[in-house]
């Protein structure tokens, strides 16, 4: 019922930036925590940064400095900039978000189809 799309990944060279994007569409009847993960090439998938529906943030301690996340209730999206791109930002980004579809079902975990960010000159 719910669909996570992101965009904006791609090719992006050492020191740019990129910026992405994850639109939430479908019934939605709210929208909580909102986060960004990452699977590089044989690694586990981990937590880049996570922002409440009401804007704190978290970021994880490889994140802290370069990337920024932010929220835009009134269009359901997440986004992530990435500044000052390095090689290990190379991976697969998926937006994930805490939705509740209907008020009398509890709030589920969606995840998006992920997008490829590759850092390379």
């Known amino acids: 019922q719910v669909q996570l799309v992101e965009s904006g990944g791609g090719l992006g060279q050492p020191g740019g930036s990129l910026r992405l994007s994850c639109a939430a569409s479908?019934?939605?009847?709210?929208?909580?925590?909102m986060a960004w993960y990452r699977q590089a090439p044989g690694e586990q998938r981990e937590l880049v940064a996570r922002?409440?529906?009401?804007?704190?943030?978290t970021y994880s301690g490889s994140a802290q400095g370069r990337f920024t996340i932010s929220r835009d209730n009134a269009k359901n999206t997440v986004y992530l900039q990435i500044n000052s791109l390095k090689a290990e930002d190379t991976a697969v980004y998926y937006c994930?978000?805490?939705?509740?579809?209907?008020?009398?079902?509890?709030?589920?975990?969606?995840w998006g189809q992920g997008t490829q960010v590759t850092v390379s000159s």
């Open positions: 922002i409440t529906n009401d804007g704190t943030t």
């Open positions: 994930n978000a805490v939705v509740q579809y209907i008020h009398y079902r509890p709030p589920i975990a969606c």
């Open positions: 479908g019934s939605i009847f709210a929208i909580y925590d």
